[in-house]
């Protein structure tokens, strides 16, 4: 790889760290429900259900290494981003 393309892989890296982890602030996949009723017999009812969807989470850590990887290739060289 280049000089000027280690430096743009650099820059992209940390774009994808920022996107990353700004999807993971504003999708926390939680969600709260509260349902009640009464019913003609004279009973009635409540519930409450919690869920968290993990699935779409984004784990920057291996993003992360990969920049920093980079960083010090970009150090060894002697490229300053």
Known sequence: MTDTGIVRYYYDLDDAIEACEYRSRQDSGLGVSVGGGWWSGGG????LGVTRDASDHCDSTTLRQRRTDV????DRRGVKP
């Open 71 to 74: 960083r010090l290739e970009m």
């Open 44 to 47: 009635g009812g409540m519930g």
